[in-house]
């Protein structure tokens, strides 16, 4: 796999070469091909190409301010926030100078209440959405598809916050609008509604939330085809809704079929597998089949590694499981570990106020109680107290992944 990954960077880094010769739209179109196969760090190569090319427009040129952004989005991608909010911020002061580009800057600002959002700013990420969202409506009209993703997005921090009567009528405005708008957007649409899917879960209504990610399999299939990754996603989220109702059975062969999917149409060390093989892991780890686990989990691990490097958020919430089965197989000391290691990267990727650094400080805490640190383990477990309750002033639930939509090309 790791061969894979370093013929795939040599062919990356050729493409860059041409591209360094080229003018600067297809400059760009060279970066914007690397980002939608998965090959983010190959991509924000060919993007500080382009930046280099659009540094000579001069300072105020449009072309520079949407370089930027895009660049930024490449560095998020890999989980390099500041870098990507660095990148956003430059682009917002080109376009605020130019007087007429509140599009642009709306869709900037989207992208700025991700970084808050990931940071466990959920306060800063639902103003600032809020703020898009009211934007796109004045500009576009209340039922524009941009106007839809910012619902979607907007209702995905609400559900962040367990404030689900919030955010099921906002999803339903997304989906209202998405799916007015054609088939190629009505897959979009997909999306929200695996979101709304999620909502249901959250509050017990499993038997819903099936019905709702089974429609979402079934229009992929029907527009996309069987082979598409779009439809290895929606594999995915069924098989994680089946998991939870302990039909182990039925979610590990569709657990098994978007891996077969995603290694057909994405190839074996495309980040997207990486997600399916650590939820496959969980599900073995549930079921009791351990060291089946463990290659799932380490099968990730290399992906997210050789894709995002080894200090990624995902990264982090995989060296988390594997400390979870390290506790489990009483292997406290080299569980342990894994867990400060997930800590600091959730430490620095997240803040200091952020849930999923209290759940990453307890284990570690756990495990070193196995090991007879007791004294470590409940300074630890008084850390991750004081980081629950800074989260509680900015958030009034848990976390969950945001999927949001990416903004129309134009």
Same mark, same amino acid.
């Given at each position: 796999?790791?061969?894979?990954?370093?013929?795939?960077?040599?062919?990356?880094?050729?493409?860059?070469?041409?591209?360094?010769?080229?003018?600067?739209?297809?400059?760009?179109?060279?970066?914007?091909?690397?980002?939608?196969?998965?090959?983010?760090?190959?991509?924000?190569?060919?993007?500080?190409?382009?930046?280099?090319?659009?540094?000579?427009?001069?300072?105020?040129?449009?072309?520079?301010?949407?370089?930027?952004?895009?660049?930024?989005?490449?560095?998020?991608?890999?989980?390099?926030?500041?870098?990507?909010?660095?990148?956003?911020?430059?682009?917002?002061?080109?376009?605020?100078?130019?007087?007429?580009?509140?599009?642009?800057?709306?869709?900037?600002?989207?992208?700025?209440?991700?970084?808050?959002?990931?940071?466990?700013?959920?306060?800063?990420?639902?103003?600032?959405?809020?703020?898009?969202?009211?934007?796109?409506?004045?500009?576009?009209?209340?039922?524009?598809?941009?106007?839809?993703?910012?619902?979607?997005?907007?209702?995905?921090?609400?559900?962040?916050?367990?404030?689900?009567?919030?955010?099921?009528?906002?999803?339903?405005?997304?989906?209202?609008?998405?799916?007015?708008?054609?088939?190629?957007?009505?897959?979009?649409?997909?999306?929200?509604?695996?979101?709304?899917?999620?909502?249901?879960?959250?509050?017990?209504?499993?038997?819903?939330?099936?019905?709702?990610?089974?429609?979402?399999?079934?229009?992929?299939?029907?527009?996309?085809?069987?082979?598409?990754?779009?439809?290895?996603?929606?594999?995915?989220?069924?098989?994680?809704?089946?998991?939870?109702?302990?039909?182990?059975?039925?979610? *590990?062969?569709?657990?098994? %079929? +978007?891996?077969? /999917?995603? $290694? @057909?149409?994405? &190839?074996?060390? !495309? #980040?997207?597998? =990486?997600?399916?093989?650590?939820?496959?892991?969980?599900?073995?780890?549930?079921?009791?089949?351990?060291?089946?686990?463990?290659?799932?989990?380490?099968?990730?691990?290399?992906?997210?590694?050789?894709?995002?490097?080894?200090?990624?958020?995902?990264?982090?919430?995989?060296?988390?499981?594997?400390?979870?089965?390290?506790?489990?197989?009483?292997?406290?000391?080299?569980? *342990?570990?894994?867990?400060? %290691? +997930?800590?600091? /990267?959730? $430490? @620095?990727?997240? &803040?200091?106020? !952020? #849930?999923?650094? =209290?759940?990453?400080?307890?284990?570690?805490?756990?495990?070193?109680?196995?090991?007879?640190?007791?004294?470590?383990?409940?300074?630890?477990?008084?850390?991750?107290?004081?980081?629950?309750?800074?989260?509680?002033?900015?958030?009034?639930?848990?976390?969950?992944?945001?999927?949001?939509?990416?903004?129309?090309?134009?």
């Amino acid at each position: 796999m790791r061969n894979l990954t370093v013929v795939a960077v040599m062919v990356s880094a050729l493409a860059a070469e041409r591209a360094y010769g080229q003018g600067w739209d297809e400059t760009m179109r060279a970066a914007r091909e690397e980002f939608a196969q998965g090959r983010f760090p190959e991509a924000e190569t060919v993007y500080r190409r382009a930046l280099a090319q659009a540094e000579a427009f001069g300072p105020a040129d449009r072309r520079l301010a949407r370089t930027l952004h895009d660049l930024g989005f490449a560095c998020y991608r890999q989980g390099r926030l500041a870098e990507a909010e660095a990148c956003y911020r430059r682009a917002q002061g080109i376009w605020e100078r130019a007087g007429d580009a509140e599009r642009d800057l709306a869709t900037n600002l989207n992208d700025l209440a991700m970084v808050a959002y990931e940071r466990g700013d959920l306060g800063l990420a639902e103003t600032e959405l809020t703020r898009v969202l009211q934007s796109r409506t004045r500009l576009l009209g209340p039922d524009h598809v941009e106007v839809g993703e910012a619902a979607n997005n907007l209702a995905e921090v609400y559900r962040s916050r367990a404030d689900f009567a919030r955010a099921r009528p906002m999803y339903q405005r997304a989906l209202r609008i998405l799916f007015a708008s054609g088939v190629a957007v009505a897959l979009r649409a997909a999306t929200v509604q695996s979101n709304l899917a999620e909502v249901e879960r959250a509050e017990g209504r499993l038997g819903e939330a099936e019905k709702l990610h089974q429609e979402v399999v079934a229009m992929r299939e029907a527009v996309q085809g069987a082979s598409h990754p779009d439809v290895a996603t929606a594999l995915g989220n069924l098989a994680g809704l089946r998991a939870e109702r302990r039909d182990y059975g039925d979610a *590990e062969r569709l657990f098994r %079929r +978007a891996l077969e /999917i995603q $290694r @057909a149409a994405l &190839g074996a060390s !495309h #980040p997207d597998l =990486a997600v399916t093989l650590n939820n496959l892991g969980s599900l073995e780890h549930r079921a009791g089949r351990l060291e089946a686990a463990e290659r799932q989990y380490r099968a990730a691990l290399r992906i997210w590694t050789d894709a995002f490097g080894s200090e990624h958020p995902s990264c982090g919430t995989v060296y988390l499981n594997l400390a979870r089965l390290c506790l489990d197989q009483r292997r406290a000391a080299e569980g *342990e570990s894994l867990a400060a %290691r +997930a800590v600091a /990267i959730r $430490r @620095a990727a997240l &803040g200091n106020r !952020h #849930p999923a650094l =209290a759940e990453a400080l307890d284990l570690q805490a756990a495990l070193l109680r196995r090991t007879g640190e007791k004294a470590r383990a409940k300074e630890l477990e008084a850390e991750a107290s004081t980081v629950r309750a800074a989260a509680a002033r900015v958030s009034t639930g848990g976390t969950v992944d945001v999927h949001t939509l990416a903004a129309p090309k134009r």
